[in-house]
């Protein structure tokens, strides 16, 4: 059953804490991408990563940090310097043979109080 | 700024009616437009994607088209059902790695 799974589907934390979200893909795809989901807007893109050993900053990057030491991972870690973390997250991934398809996972919302 | 607009925000239509979503965008240069569906709190799912030469495409009863000297879209829902009650998201590429996602509009359809 080939897709994008991400863990947990909800998570609770203080503020002030870090905490990760997972987001493996067992589709093959080379680039793998993080979004932010917010009541009334368009997804915003936190960093993306077009292959192993390398990622980008996207347009809202500032409070969060991934790694890709893995093809089939890329984890985001939301640290106590985003302002704003409640929100739901969303984990992206695409082939880069020019079809453009992107595969997004199901989401974890996150809860800061 | 790359900008995709939707409209109506949200809308309620009778199950078994049709309906039609907007979509007007200004990414520029222009490589893609894609539909997706979006269920409450899951992800995204494709709908369907156009490319430049691409007027019109379908998917179940789900009907795209696309006009890119105005730079507009529509996603045609034809005899509606409950299960496509979600958000419909307009998403535009302008190259092979960012995309431009307006914010979606919320469709309900009722018994």
């Known amino acids: 059953d080939g897709g994008i799974t991400q863990s947990p589907k909800y998570l609770f934390r203080k503020e002030g804490q870090n905490v990760t979200l997972s987001c493996e893909q067992n589709l093959n795809h080379d680039a793998m991408y993080w979004y932010r989901q917010d009541p009334g807007q368009g997804l915003r893109l936190i960093y993306y990563?077009?292959?192993?050993?390398?990622?980008q900053k996207g347009d809202i990057a500032e409070g969060y940090s991934v790694s890709r030491e893995k093809k089939e991972s890329f984890p985001l870690t939301v640290t106590s310097a985003q302002k704003n973390p409640t929100a739901f997250y969303l984990c992206?991934?695409?082939?880069?043979?020019?079809?453009?398809?992107?595969?997004f996972g199901p989401g974890t919302r996150l809860t800061v109080t | 700024k790359n900008q995709v607009e939707q409209s109506p925000q949200s809308l309620i239509i009778l199950e078994g009616k049709n309906c039609t979503l907007q979509?007007?965008?200004?990414?520029?240069?222009?490589?893609?437009l894609r539909w997706y569906k979006q269920d409450t709190g899951r992800g995204p799912v494709s709908l369907t994607i156009m490319t430049f030469s691409e007027n019109t495409k379908s998917n179940g009863r789900y009907t795209a088209t696309l006009d890119a000297d105005t730079k507009q879209s529509s996603l045609h829902i034809t005899a509606s059902q409950l299960s496509d009650s979600a958000s419909y998201i307009c998403?535009?590429?302008?190259?092979?790695?960012?995309?431009?996602f307006g914010a979606g509009t919320t469709v309900t359809v009722r018994a």
């Open positions: 998403v535009v590429s302008g190259n092979d790695y960012k995309l431009s």
């Open positions: 990563s077009q292959i192993v050993n390398d990622f």
């Open positions: 979509c007007n965008y200004t990414v520029s240069p222009f490589s893609n």
């Open positions: 992206a991934s695409n082939r880069r043979d020019g079809s453009y398809e992107q595969y």
